[in-house]
Every structure is written in structure tokens, then in C-alpha cells.
């Protein structure tokens, strides 16, 4: 477990990556001092992706470890996404990983139910606010979005009430590590 001592280099804090593809590639193309830029993105991943970081529940935590910890004002997180995948397949424990899949696609779906225009269906018209007509003479409706967003909205309870079972999954799982490393879960800041 990191201790999130990002002046620690990344690479003492978790030597096991040196050696594994593609961090060590990655390490190996690094020509700064210590392997000092290197360590700071890795470190940037760490702390977005490790659900003891105080920055994991940030919905846009990307950019603002891009922002505040890489003091950049851009980067393109999609040229990481190999070295992204591997440190969670590498750090996070399955139920770790389902926590984390959840909450991105509930911070997707929050974001684009938030940005959809809500109203009922409506009649089509033209440039002139007249009804068009069918070739049969019917008003042609337009469907709209309240009853699928209805819909949407009603079925999140559920959708949260799963993401707590797969939290809950997570906390047994941690105090089970608990008992083995011998520590109390006070100790170990769990209760």
C-alpha cells in the first residue's frame, strides 16, 4: 500500500514495476535526474487510480493532477493508457476494479443525463413555427426525451444500491487482510 509520499520516487515506493512492461520501458526512456519525470506521472496515476488517495473520488481527477501535481496545463492521458490499465490490473484486487468501473460509469452517466434537454414529445415545425404535415396529413410527431430520462433517473437507486453491495465486498475483503496482517482495523484506519 502506497503511502502517497509523492517526494518518495515512485520506483523505490513500488520496485516491483521497474522490471514489468510496460513501466519498465517506460522507466527506461526516462533521461531526467533519478528518473524524476517518470516518477511523477506514475505517481499521478497512483493517486488517481488507488481508492485510499485522497484524490480517487474526484470526478475529473485527471485533469487536476495534470493542473496541480504535473504543473501542466494539458496532457493527453490517452498516450498512458497501457501504463494506466497495468497499474490497476497490478494494484487493485478485483473487487477494487469493479468499485472503480462503477464509478466511471456513474460519473459518465451523471454527466450525460445532467446535459440532456428535458421535454415531452412535440410536433415537428417548420422555419416558420408551422405544423409539417405527413404525406397522409398527420402532424409529424417528434419523441421526446422525459419519459427515457423518467426512466434513467428512476432506475439510479438501483444502480447505487449495487455499487454499495461492490463496496461493501471491498470492506470485508480489506478486513480479511486485516486479520491476516495481524493489525486491527483501527490500526489500519478502517474503523
Avoid: C
Wanted: hydrophobic share 35%.
Amino acid at each position: 500500500m502506497a503511502n502517497f509520499d509523492t517526494d518518495i520516487s515512485f520506483w523505490e515506493e513500488f520496485p516491483g514495476l521497474k522490471i514489468m512492461e510496460p513501466f519498465a520501458g517506460f522507466r527506461s526512456k526516462d533521461k531526467s535526474k533519478n528518473k524524476e519525470g517518470s516518477s511523477k506521472l506514475m505517481w499521478a496515476i497512483a493517486l488517481a487510480e488507488l481508492h485510499t488517495s485522497e484524490w480517487y473520488h474526484l470526478p475529473n481527477k485527471y485533469d487536476k493532477l495534470t493542473t496541480d501535481f504535473l504543473k501542466k496545463k494539458d496532457h493527453n492521458w490517452k498516450d498512458y493508457e497501457d501504463l494506466i490499465e497495468q497499474f490497476k490490473s497490478t494494484q487493485l484486487s478485483q473487487s477494487e476494479r469493479s468499485l472503480t468501473a462503477w464509478n466511471e460509469m456513474m460519473v459518465k452517466r451523471d454527466r450525460y443525463l445532467k446535459d440532456q434537454d428535458y421535454y415531452f414529445d412535440q410536433y415537428l415545425l417548420d422555419d416558420q413555427e408551422n405544423n409539417i404535415v405527413s404525406k397522409t396529413g398527420a402532424f409529424i410527431t417528434v419523441k421526446g426525451t422525459a419519459e427515457q430520462l423518467d426512466k434513467a433517473y428512476s432506475t439510479t437507486p438501483k444502480m447505487y444500491a449495487d455499487y454499495e453491495k461492490i463496496k461493501k465486498v471491498l470492506q470485508e475483503e480489506k478486513s480479511i487482510v486485516s486479520i491476516i496482517d495481524g493489525s486491527s482495523l483501527s490500526d489500519q484506519g478502517l474503523m
